[in-house]
């Protein structure tokens, strides 16, 4: 298949084959993605390829980043701060020419966090940009912050503002997680859980691909 | 694969069944969904008169005419996709990431001569 395969893979825009070495899951909103566009006749023809209707962005590529980063030591007085992660995708396989119209990040927590915080405590959430050395940018604003007084099995943050204007093709991408606890009157009642509530991190990320841009553009 | 043509295949231009298994490229290990799509492709003739169903453009109409009266001189109308749609394909990329992505023109839906 040499020439002509390779010919095939550049058109579906790969550079080379694949050949997947620890393939992971396949996240549920991509399979929902997936099957949507192949059931819905929608009332004008074929679905849009040039648009994720789940999410009404433009974009015909929707991948799916694993965090390969890692905890950090929290620095700050016990119990104060609950967990510290540095969260590191590569986006190396995003292409020239591909523009970003959506990111969404997925905090997924464990069954046994559900009772974290405990009551009267709030655990406030910061998301920081970070050099790949997992050092927050000093000075620098948190991108996110959110404060919450009951954690559910999965938190989305979206993340597109926030990333339109950093995030070119082939580079990768640091983010500084911060949680901490704060109780009524700033004092916070006993230990919160950290770590082991923490189950994984995935970054989703939509983009317009070149053809569809020259498509949308002559169009 | 396309399956033998039928006994009497009809001559004229129109869609052919193709069903293109990826399992047969050895793809199968990094796509994830589908396993294979029908893609079709065009084939047939495009005979003069051409006949109105077939899609085809006045300037195929006068080349057909031409072809009648000076077969050697001047071919047929070609027998092409003049309406595709797109598919979606899900799959591992060389950094194990998942992939969903639309891919245009990749199902041949309709033929006409041009």
Not at chain 1, 106 to 134: C, D, I, K, M, T
Not at chain 1, 136 to 163: C, H, I, M, Y
Request: glycine share 8%; aromatic share 6%; with cysteine.
């Amino acid at each position: 298949l040499g020439p002509q395969e390779s010919a095939l893979l550049r058109s579906l825009g790969l550079s080379a084959k694949p050949s997947p070495r620890s393939p992971g899951p396949v996240p549920p909103v991509l399979w929902r993605i997936f099957h949507k566009g192949r059931t819905l006749p929608r009332p004008g023809g074929e679905p849009e390829p040039c648009r994720v209707e789940e999410f009404n962005v433009p974009g015909n590529i929707v991948r799916v980043f694993a965090d390969q980063g890692r905890f950090l030591p929290e620095g700050q007085p016990q119990g104060r701060l609950c967990l510290r992660k540095l969260l590191f995708f590569n986006l190396s396989a995003l292409q020239e020419g591909e523009r970003l119209t959506m990111a969404q990040l997925e905090l997924q927590f464990h069954h046994n966090s559900y009772h974290w915080p405990s009551p009267g405590q709030v655990l406030e959430l910061r998301l920081y940009r970070a050099s790949p050395r997992g050092l927050p940018r000093p000075g620098r604003s948190p991108l996110v912050e959110r404060s919450f007084v009951q954690l559910r099995k999965s938190l989305l943050l979206d993340l597109s503002a926030a990333l339109k204007d950093g995030t070119a093709p082939g580079r990768n991408l640091a983010l500084v997680l911060e949680i901490s606890a704060s109780g009524d009157g700033g004092t916070v009642r006993g230990p919160c859980a950290g770590s082991d509530a923490f189950a994984a991190t995935s970054l989703l990320l939509v983009t317009l691909g070149p053809r569809c841009r020259a498509a949308r553009s002559r169009r | 694969s396309a399956p033998s043509p039928p006994l009497t295949p009809s001559p004229l231009c129109k869609p052919r069944r193709l069903y293109i298994s990826f399992s047969d490229v050895g793809w199968e290990n990094w796509i994830i969904a589908p396993q294979g799509y029908l893609a079709n492709y065009c084939g047939g003739e495009c005979p003069f008169p051409l006949a109105a169903e077939l899609n085809s453009t006045n300037h195929a109409v006068l080349q057909t005419m031409v072809h009648s009266l000076d077969p050697q001189g001047t071919p047929q109308p070609c027998c092409v996709p003049v309406r595709l749609s797109p598919i979606s394909i899900l799959y591992y990329d060389n950094s194990d990431n998942v992939v969903l992505r639309h891919y245009e023109d990749m199902v041949v839906d309709e033929c006409g001569c041009r």
